[in-house]
């Protein structure tokens, strides 16, 4: 067998290297039985070091089966940025339920070591390898809870899904690599012929692996069972920082590989978009249980994004990643709230305002932010993918989103009515810790300060 | 706490709040001056209105965090701030050049380098006025609200200067990305502001209210985004000097149009208005009626007559009898309302309409009586709602067969409510009669059938202004209304220079008109020449 002569630059990995290190150690700390704050105060510490880290060192290794560049980096940032707002949340929540954090926290961790190698990667074994590594952190995650009975079966439910979506991918990838011979991006870009009847098989099944990952409609039907059964930051964090991986590898391998093929997946892309949007929207509207409608809203969110992917230009690209920066800002936030109330019935929420009147305002922005009414930054990113959508000519796309937009509006703003203009009910019983308002402020920052001031654009 | 603890508190406040009342006028008269002399000097390099946008904020925030048992104190700042801000927006009055269609007072910085996106701020004849306007119905909000809004004070105050920001920013923009953001931004603090402290049913009209403008605005998005695209370019002046293909011209009409129409609202797209203005609160209605619907026809008139003027021309018709429709419509159901706010929310469908019937008549007297009948319709049905809320103040009710009499007990209530009718429906010497005989002079130049249908409802708005006036003033005084009354009386010196600034407007613009048409007279005419020069009338 003939070896690679190219230099393999361990170095490009620094960042992933450390990472593993890190996971592992905090595992093996774990045993120690130190303080809770240690453990998180040092992940957090670390995951914001990595973010430095991340940045020194752009480049290739193993002859480009594996690429740091601008775009990647990028999306490593927001990885970790979503990861310590989730360790935040994750924090006072199992706190509260007496959770060692030592076992969940380590598990995050690797998880997104594998959304950071999976937004590296660029050759289908290590996609995988990476993919795996991301989703089979997360089942654990899901089932953290160990005697209840619903985080147990949504982690069940997730588990089995999973498994098949990765099978179903495996098989589409299989089937690339029998109709190309090779599994390296940069090799396949060159031999992949149009109209190959066994590669747009593997192409489609390579889709819908991904689509059942990132809960496109048909593919949703775990996305709400196993958002509303899993501990509310573990469902914070899955429905946030995977996607932003998965999204932003899916749109690589779509756009820079199959280009050839751009007829064929964007046309597929486009049913299950609108789909998704009319679906995630319209099942949101009737939910009492907000974490239900979180997980309706965030598949219709997908459908939004995906908008970002049809158009199949570099520009759409970039608008799908600013969008997930921003998605992960506002969603998470939402989330952080309904750990602070404590309370899963939206009837619940009423009057809010009158015992936490700071949580209110913020839990408005998010939700103003959710629906893109400007001047959130939720806005600045929407309009953002409508733009690259209506250059690329689907102005007709744009309309549709529009309406499922006007849509999304009525039970987001359920949730600020509820909240404002109803009397309470029942004075809830907040749990107010140092971690989660940390949380909520840098969210409420993230999605507001970056509406006006939308540096993060590229 | 013991009772002569109670007391003693109260004197001290009552202390304190002479002294506060004292030291903030004075604060703000000296702010004031040092402002307006620093106008002076710096030749107007002041960048003024991001000042008038931005101070508010600041404002809003600062209430914000003050300790919310401080309610006087709040509402102090509150007052203050918006003087303030008025005081601020009396440069564009005194040093506005009339003689030119230029914009002025520009300010440009670029914002989104990404997308070529600028912070571009300027205002011409057509919009200096209604960002005076807004300044003035501000603080008339908050002196209004003084005793009518008893909970979440705070916030309350924090929204109302908000939506000014927002307001303001609309007439200012001049890219049309901003202008989107804060057409869009205004949205927000007026949901919460009819949904929260509005009447019975207030969450529903708020968000039939935010549902019905988001619908029309996101359409306007999509044509944004089309022109976005299509030129590469959000500046509005430039996106004026294009010439667009028909077909386009039509389509991006129509987003524009569902935007601009749910806000003016032209019928049949007005139904959120009657709910919105009844259910909000006095200030929110003040608000909604003096400026908001305001931003729509403004909208016409910035980007749907000179950007596509082919459309427009051959839309003209269409608009004119939708106008009419309004107008007609609105009048006849303001003969069967049995509330009083409700019937002021429909008189304004139907004054709205003899707005866009003045403006669709694409001539230089329906434009200047379209904007001057604007700025008199904010005027004086903004002082129709104060002068319910100070009704329902009292009295806790809106029906209009609720009241009687109310003149014998409120002599000087009753003079002003006289010259807001009256203004209201158009009699010669206030401020209606030049606007509508404008809008009906240049309608009866594009269509006479137009103008001659609309000028019918003057009729019918005299019937029905009168005929409530009647109800409400005279006849029997109603013995549950005096039982209400008791403890309140007349108007009080709030009230009344809540009132008198609006009156003396009335008047003033009815005997001098020029005061303010002056303002737009050259911008007019260059709209006008523009939509010629591209060819559209002939």
């Not at chain 1, 939206?346 to 305002?361: C, Q, V, W």
Request: one cysteine or more; a positive charge.
């Amino acid at each position: 067998m003939r070896i690679p002569s190219v230099p393999l630059e361990f170095k490009v990995l620094m960042p992933e290297i450390l990472f593993t290190a890190f996971a592992s150690f905090i595992l093996l700390v774990g045993l120690l039985k130190l303080r809770r704050e240690i453990i998180l105060w040092l992940s957090i510490l670390f995951s914001l070091a990595l973010i430095f880290i991340v940045i020194q060192y752009p480049g290739d290794a193993f002859g480009g089966m594996f690429s740091n560049d601008f775009l990647a980096i990028y999306l490593k940032i927001i990885i970790l940025v979503g990861l310590v707002l989730s360790l935040l949340l994750l924090s006072s929540y199992l706190k509260e339920r007496l959770i060692a954090l030592y076992e969940a926290v380590p598990v995050a961790l690797f998880s997104s070591l594998g959304m950071m190698l999976l937004v590296s990667a660029r050759e289908f074994i290590s996609f995988f390898v990476s993919l795996e590594l991301m989703s089979l952190s997360i089942y654990v995650l899901v089932g953290i809870r160990r005697y209840d009975i619903r985080s147990n079966e949504a982690a069940v439910k997730y588990f089995m899904l999973g498994g098949f979506s990765s099978a179903l991918m495996l098989f589409g990838i299989a089937l690339i690599y029998g109709a190309t011979n090779t599994t390296e991006f940069s090799a396949l870009v060159k031999v992949l012929s149009t109209n190959s009847m066994l590669t747009l098989a593997g192409l489609v099944l390579f889709i819908v692996g991904l689509c059942f990952k990132i809960a496109l409609v048909p593919f949703h039907m775990w996305a709400p069972d196993v958002y509303e059964g899993a501990p509310t930051p573990v469902t914070a964090f899955i429905s946030t920082v995977p996607k932003i991986a998965i999204l932003g590898a899916f749109g690589r391998i779509l756009i820079d590989i199959f280009d050839k093929y751009y007829a064929d997946w964007s046309s597929f892309l486009i049913v299950l978009s609108v789909l998704t949007m009319a679906v995630g929207n319209l099942f949101a509207l009737p939910q009492r249980n907000i974490k239900r409608m979180l997980a309706y809203s965030s598949i219709a969110h997908a459908g939004y994004v995906t908008v970002g992917l049809i158009v199949g230009t570099q520009a759409g690209y970039n608008a799908v990643v600013a969008y997930m920066l921003i998605y992960t800002f506002m969603n998470i936030g939402a989330f952080a709230i309904v750990i602070a109330f404590n309370e899963e019935d939206i009837e619940n929420y009423k009057g809010l305002h009158k015992f936490h009147p700071a949580f209110s305002l913020a839990m408005l922005i998010f939700m103003f932010s959710l629906t893109g009414v400007p001047p959130t930054a939720g806005f600045i990113v929407k309009f953002n993918i409508f733009l690259q959508a209506v250059k690329s000519g689907f102005t007709w796309l744009v309309v549709v989103a529009v309406i499922f937009t006007v849509i999304s509006a009525y039970y987001y703003l359920r949730v600020v009515m509820y909240m404002y203009m109803k009397d309470p009910i029942k004075k809830p019983l907040v749990i107010v810790s140092k971690d989660l308002e940390i949380a909520i402020l840098v969210c409420v920052l993230g999605s507001t300060v970056l509406g006006i001031i939308p540096v993060f654009l590229i | 706490m013991h009772s002569e603890e109670v007391v003693y508190n109260g004197k001290i406040r009552l202390e304190l709040k002479k002294n506060l009342i004292i030291s903030l006028l004075v604060g703000v008269f000296i702010g004031g001056t040092i402002v307006l002399s620093g106008y002076a000097i710096n030749g107007l390099k002041f960048p003024i209105l991001s000042t008038l946008i931005f101070f508010p904020v600041i404002g809003a925030a600062f209430i914000a965090i003050l300790p919310k048992e401080k309610e006087e104190l709040i509402k102090f700042s509150a007052l203050v701030i918006s003087i303030f801000e008025l005081i601020l927006s009396l440069p564009l009055y005194l040093s506005f050049d009339k003689t030119t269609s230029q914009m002025q007072f520009r300010e440009e910085y670029l914002w989104i380098p990404q997308w070529g996106i600028k912070y571009s701020l300027g205002v011409d004849g057509i919009s200096v006025l209604f960002v005076l306007l807004s300044s003035l119905l501000t603080v008339l909000c908050v002196t209004v609200s003084w005793r009518e809004i008893d909970k979440k004070i705070k916030e309350f105050y924090a929204s109302i200067l908000l939506t000014h920001t927002a307001m303001i920013g609309v007439f200012m923009s001049l890219d049309i990305f901003l202008f989107y953001i804060f057409w869009e931004a205004m949205l927000i603090p007026m949901y919460l502001i009819v949904g929260i402290w509005g009447g019975p049913r207030r969450i529903y009209s708020a968000i039939k209210f935010f549902i019905y403008t988001f619908v029309g605005s996101l359409f306007m998005l999509v044509g944004i985004l089309v022109l976005f695209f299509y030129t590469g370019s959000s500046d509005i002046l430039h996106l004026m000097r294009i010439h667009y293909p028909y077909k386009m011209q039509l389509w991006l009409f129509w987003a524009f149009f569902a935007a601009f129409a749910v806000k003016v609202p032209m019928w049949p797209l007005h139904t959120w208005l009657p709910d919105a203005h009844t259910e909000a609160p006095t200030a929110g209605s003040v608000i909604l009626a003096g400026i908001l619907i305001k931003m729509g026809a403004y909208g016409f008139l910035r980007f749907n007559l000179p950007m596509f003027p082919e459309a427009t021309v051959n839309m003209k018709p269409f608009m004119m009898i939708l106008s009419v429709i309004a107008i007609i419509y609105g009048a006849l159901i303001c003969l069967i309302q049995k509330d009083l706010k409700r019937l002021i929310a429909y008189s304004s469908v139907s004054h709205m309409g003899f707005v866009t019937l003045g403006i669709f008549a694409l001539n230089q007297q329906g434009i200047q009586g379209g904007i001057l009948q604007m700025l008199n319709h904010g005027v004086v049905t903004g002082a129709l709602f104060l002068c319910v809320g100070m009704l329902y103040e009292r009295a806790h009710t809106r029906l209009i067969a609720h009241y009687g009499g109310v003149a014998t007990v409120m002599p000087a209530y009753s003079a002003f409510f006289m010259t807001f009718t009256l203004a209201s429906l158009g009699l010669p010497g206030t401020n209606g009669f030049i606007g509508e005989f404008l809008i009906l002079l240049g309608a009866f130049k594009a269509w006479k059938l137009m103008s001659v249908l609309a000028a019918t409802a003057l009729i019918i708005g005299a019937a029905y202004m009168l005929w409530l006036y009647q109800r409400v003033f005279f006849e029997k005084t109603n013995p549950e209304f005096l039982r209400h009354i008791h403890g309140y009386g007349d108007l009080n010196s709030r009230e009344i220079l809540t009132l008198l600034p609006l009156a003396l407007a009335v008047v003033w613009i009815g005997f001098y008109p020029n005061a303010l048409l002056g303002f737009m007279d050259v911008s007019v005419k260059e709209l006008i020449n523009h939509i010629v020069h591209i060819g559209a009338i002939r």
